[in-house]
């Protein structure tokens, strides 16, 4: 059986522009990659909420590591993107700012819903989601408090 996903692939061109495309990524059972397509793809759906479905699995693209297209023994391979990004002061405060606007976006679009407010059970789930995201505010934080002190 075949699994798939859409990926993020980088392909570095022969005039030395790179170029970021989503294609189809398809996977052995190992978890290795067996291939992909050739040309990217674009969204696509026969009802309005079929494309929608689409645009979302796109944007769990951006959730995986991007694949850089190279070559091997004359074909095409993809390979893991093996930067290592250095972590940097602002990078601690941005994710607190980012936790924090996360809160309140969940809270206006999910919290504050008439049906959260009526059903108990979803109510729980929902502070529970936000409880976790205000831990991770806290635990970043913590992060910054520990690495001043040093």
Same mark, same amino acid.
């Given at each position: 059986m075949y699994m798939w996903n859409y990926r993020v692939i980088r392909k570095r061109h022969a005039d030395n522009s790179v170029t970021f495309q989503i294609h189809e990524v398809?996977?052995?059972d190992d978890g290795g990659i067996e291939g992909w397509t050739?040309?990217?793809v674009t969204p696509t759906g026969e009802e309005?909420? %079929?494309?929608?479905? =689409?645009v979302r699995h796109f944007s769990h693209a951006f959730r995986?590591?991007?694949l850089e %297209?190279?070559?091997? =023994?004359?074909?095409?391979?993809l390979y893991s993107d093996e930067t290592n990004d250095p972590i940097n002061d602002g990078h601690y405060f941005e994710l607190m700012d980012r936790a924090s606007v996360a809160?309140?976006?969940i809270h206006q679009f999910l919290g504050s819903h008439p049906l959260m407010r009526k059903?108990?059970?979803l109510r729980g789930t929902y502070e529970k989601?936000?409880?976790?995201?205000a831990e991770l505010y806290q635990q970043v934080g913590r992060l910054v408090f520990d690495k001043d002190s040093r």
């Open positions: 398809y996977y052995r050739e040309q990217p309005f909420a %079929e494309l929608r479905e =689409d995986h590591p991007i %297209e190279r070559g091997a =023994d004359g074909r095409p391979t809160v309140d976006y059903d108990s059970a989601a936000e409880e976790a995201l």
